[in-house]
């Protein structure tokens, strides 16, 4: 499977944008699929999943309330909606899939397979 981020670009704190993460040479049938985010000078976070095991999405508290995630079967493709942005949002958000199980749904470990990333870069 191989995965591809985009939706990433400059927008003003307060600011809205929804990543796209696509799948290809396969579908996210089976996998759990995780999106992390590494800033500048720091290591890859966990933002958030989707389960594959109970369909459900599990949202770090540091973006809770701001940014939700859904699965789209038709497009075959895992979404970010980021809303309410902040300059500390700025990172290179990446999207990863695997047949994490939810005690290690917020570990990047989990995941083997890994798209390119995507810049998003919050202005204040």
């Known amino acids: 499977v191989q995965l591809q981020a985009s939706g990433g670009g400059l927008v003003e704190a307060g600011g809205s944008l929804r990543l796209s993460c696509a799948a290809s040479?396969?579908?996210?049938?089976?996998?759990?699929v995780g999106w992390f985010r590494q800033g500048p000078g720091k290591e890859r976070e966990f933002v958030g999943a989707?389960?594959?095991?109970?369909?459900?999405?599990y949202i770090d508290d540091s973006v809770k309330g701001r940014f939700t995630i859904s699965r789209d079967n038709v497009k075959n493709t895992v979404n970010l909606e980021m809303n309410s942005l902040k300059p500390e949002d700025t990172a290179v958000y990446y999207c990863?899939?695997?047949?994490?199980?939810?005690?290690?749904?917020?570990?990047?470990?989990?995941?083997?397979?890994w798209g390119q990333g995507t810049q998003v870069t919050v202005s204040s």
């Open positions: 989707f389960a594959n095991s109970n369909k459900r999405t």
């Open positions: 040479g396969g579908t996210f049938s089976g996998y759990s």
């Open positions: 990863g899939a695997g047949r994490a199980i939810i005690s290690s749904i917020r570990s990047a470990s989990a995941y083997y397979y």
